[in-house]
Structures are given as C-alpha cells and as structure tokens.
C-alpha cells in the first residue's frame, strides 16, 4: 500500500491503527493483509466490525489497483468469517469517507431477528447512542471464533499483541 504521508492529519482512523499496531485497541479481532480487523465501538447489531486500512489511505481510489483488490477481499472475507460465526443472514458492507480522509470499511451483519422496522433499513437506522459500547469480555467468544475463520481462510498474518493486552489503566 501507498506509505501515509506525514501532511496527513490524524482521523480517528490513524488512532485506532497506531493503538492497533501498539496493542492498546481492545476491540482488535485480527491483523489482516491490509489491516486490522476490529469491532466496532458500538454493537447495535452483534458482530458489527470494520476493516480499517494499515497504513492509513484517504480514499479507497488512493490504492494502487492491487492494493485495493486486496483491500476488498479482506473485507469480503471479513464478512465470510462474520456470516458463519455469527449465523447472521446476509452481511451489509459501507466504504464512506465523507467525514475525514481516512478508508475503512463497515462490515455489517443482519439478523432475521431484527426488530421488523430496522430489519430491511440500512444499518444508520438504528440508534447508535442507545447501543451497547463494545466490551472485550462479551464479545471474546466471539471474536475468538472470527479470529479461527480468518485463520482458516489464510488471511491472518501473526498480531504481536493480545488485543488490548497494553490498554494504559
């Protein structure tokens, strides 16, 4: 991938990377190829996770055309790993980038046991304030399960840190 540039400012994308690589992001589920694979901050579906970009692009059109298949399996495989895991029915995928220049990908899985007004709404339809914050221990099981797909489907590389494992106090 195209190296970040030091111009860049830094999103909450290039935080959670930079504490991803570091082992301070608990959400971790894996290193990928292309990037962390990691819950997201709020689980209004169970399983919503993201794929977030290392290093830091703005934009997927910012990746060289190899960079950017591969970015996109990752994400695909993510979603494979997620739909067996968690017996959802079908996965939605997001890639916006109109708040800051930084790619990620929201990897969303839907359940046929939505409440019936958000189950065919597309995901910015729930209220995501009033959704349970990640928590390491409720999602372990689960992560650990995501974690062994992702190994099985060979898109693993070896993460240097349990995630979360130097989280400051």
């Given at each position: ?120 709404e597309q ?6 304030a009033a ?39």
């Amino acid at each position: 991938m195209k190296n970040e540039t030091a111009t860049e400012s830094l999103t909450a994308i290039h935080t959670q990377v930079i504490a991803a690589r570091e082992g301070r992001e608990p959400r971790v589920i894996a290193r990928l190829f292309t990037g962390w694979a990691v819950f997201g901050e709020r689980q209004f579906v169970r399983g919503y996770a993201l794929l977030l970009p290392d290093p830091v692009v703005p934009d997927l059109n910012s990746l060289g055309a190899r960079e950017r298949i591969a970015f996109l399996s990752d994400m695909s495989r993510l979603g494979d790993a997620l739909l067996k895991v968690t017996g959802a029915a079908r996965i939605n995928y997001a890639i916006f980038g109109n708040q800051a220049p930084a790619l990620h990908a929201h990897v969303i899985p839907r359940y046929p046991d939505e409440p019936e007004a958000l189950r065919s709404e597309q995901p910015w339809a729930y209220d995501w304030a009033a959704a349970p914050a990640f928590e390491r221990a409720a999602c372990q099981e689960l992560a650990d399960g995501v974690l062994r797909e992702l190994t099985r489907l060979g898109v693993t590389k070896p993460m240097r840190f349990t995630p979360g494992a130097n989280l400051e106090g």
